[in-house]
């Protein structure tokens, strides 16, 4: 049986579009009031944001939702209402001095 033509083409856009559709499914956090990326946070346990149009981090409601050997670190980002939107938290590696 022959391949129908153009289904190759088709998997591949549709391949293409939903990587796209993936990436813009990111919260762009500016673009949203504190009291809905609070929600969305503690709604999901985990949320990766965009916190401007080239940076973005992971964001959790506490350390559950982080490694093993990570810790939290209190998170203010800015937000469509406020400048310091405390969202909760990001994970990261202990160090030495966190030890202590």
Do not use: H
């Amino acid at each position: 049986m022959k391949p129908m033509p153009g289904l190759r083409a088709g998997l591949v856009a549709l391949a293409a579009l939903t990587a796209t559709s993936a990436m813009a499914a990111r919260p762009f956090a500016p673009a949203m009031n504190c009291q809905a990326l609070t929600n969305l946070i503690e709604r999901n346990g985990a949320v990766v944001l965009s916190t401007s149009r080239t940076t973005y981090d992971r964001y959790v409601v506490d350390r559950r939702f982080c490694e093993r050997t990570e810790i939290t670190k209190p998170a203010w980002i800015v937000s469509s209402d406020n400048d310091q939107c405390f969202i909760g938290y990001t994970c990261k590696e202990r160090v030495r001095d966190d030890l202590y």
